[in-house]
């Protein structure tokens, strides 16, 4: 039987790189896999998957009013697929997701995504919180914390290297704008910046307020 598959970390766990090896697994033996990726994230090209050591695949985006189960049941009219592979989930909507388990219930074709489980404040994305709901398999993927603990935190940061407390939930950018802690750091520098807010921000203690 099919599954559909969660992997989660935060920035910087290489995500993206063990999504391009995994495609590679599958297509060094001579199997057919199609890729997807959000159109929010334009850093990598429009279109393809990129990793920080510098591997990248061309792929397809969707966007919220794109119904992946229809897309990936007209491919299979055209090739066979053994394995569709997602990007950046956390940008999944709800209904994607339930579309994404149509197509491993009702085409048997394993499908494996892979994004970040929550944004800077702690908060699941829907398309994470999706997931940990639906999927069949999760799996936690380690990012390392600057203190050597596992991190499972996203704190954005601003130019100066200061967390950043408030904002829109997405917000796209790499090493220059996320850093991954552990909960611990994580909110230490929360908790620092509320305390100590920016011109026009309230400060607040972070544990509390989320």
């Not at 909507?93 to 499908?111: E, K």
């Not at 954005?156 to 704008?177: F, K, S």
């Not at 750091?185 to 921000?201: N, V």
Request: one cysteine or more.
């Amino acid at each position: 039987m099919a599954k559909l598959y969660f992997y989660y970390a935060a920035m910087n766990a290489g995500k993206s790189t063990t999504l391009l090896q995994a495609d590679f697994n599958y297509r060094e033996r001579g199997m057919e896999t199609m890729l997807w990726t959000s159109a929010h994230d334009h850093r990598a090209g429009l279109g393809l998957i990129g990793s920080r050591i510098a591997l990248s695949a061309p792929a397809n985006s969707y966007a919220p009013e794109l119904d992946l189960f229809h897309e990936i049941s007209d491919e299979l009219t055209r090739r066979s697929l053994h394995c569709v592979l997602v990007d950046e989930a956390q940008f999944l909507t709800r209904a994607h997701v339930l579309q994404l388990a149509r197509v491993a219930d009702q085409l048997a074709i394993p499908v494996l995504c892979y994004g970040l489980r929550t944004d800077f404040l702690g908060n699941l994305f829907e398309g994470s919180a999706a997931l940990l709901a639906l999927a069949d398999a999760l799996i936690e993927l380690k990012a390392v914390c600057d203190c050597g603990r596992k991190a499972t935190m996203n704190l954005r940061i601003d130019e100066a290297g200061r967390a950043v407390p408030a904002g829109a939930q997405t917000e796209i950018g790499g090493n220059d704008r996320y850093v991954a802690l552990c909960r611990k750091h994580f909110f230490e520098r929360l908790g620092a910046a509320e305390t100590s807010p920016l011109p026009g921000q309230v400060g607040d203690d972070p544990y509390i307020s989320g």
